[in-house]
């Protein structure tokens, strides 16, 4: 099992589109972006190529259709979260609740499948999501659909990880966000050492998360009792 955990520097240059973040993916926006169809129509063209250098018969039945197939699949699922315009609509909701009971954080365990960007394949595992409400909350339901925008894309772990948490903080305008991140990555997995009990942790502690041992533990206990349960 690797370990990283960051008590990140934010870097002064705030760009804060919650879609962007200030921990951007390598993204470039052409002047005349593509349609989705047009991606499509230039993905398939291109993936056939790669399966005829492969030496498969792009004409048989079974593959006929799988560089169309493929290109659709990263344009409009795997990959839709490198169009800023899929960004989930977000709806937030005043905090009276955790006003008059003091409770502390927000938390959410959410499943996420993601792609690493140096292979292309998938890797898998557990968000675990929390900050302390300021003035308003987010829609529970929201955290998953923000875990899984970012997760479609062709990603580092630390990255996402790091993306998913600014985007909280501005979308909130909160610092107190954590983010801890486990996944099982299929190009250790499949390929390279073949090791299929690793699983890489990426962790990101914010503002109290970082500074407040108490509310740290809190973050890393509601974790320990996830996993067990
Ligand atoms: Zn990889």
Redesign the pocket.
Known sequence: MTKKSSNQKIPKKPSLSPAMTRFPSPIIQPSVPLSDEEKIEIITDRFRDIMEVLGLDIHHQSLERTPERIARMYVKEIFSGLNPQNFPKISFFDEEFHHEHKASMVFVKVGFTSF??????P?SGHAYVAYIPKDKLIGLSKIPRIVRFFSKRPQLQERLTAQIADCLAILLGIEDVAVSMIAQ????VAR?IEDESSHAVTTVLRGQFNTDTAIREEFFDAINRQKQG
Do not use: I, L, Q
Request: hydrophobic share 35%; net charge negative.
């Open positions: 690493c960007e140096h292979h292309f394949v890797m990555h299929y190009c250790v390279g």
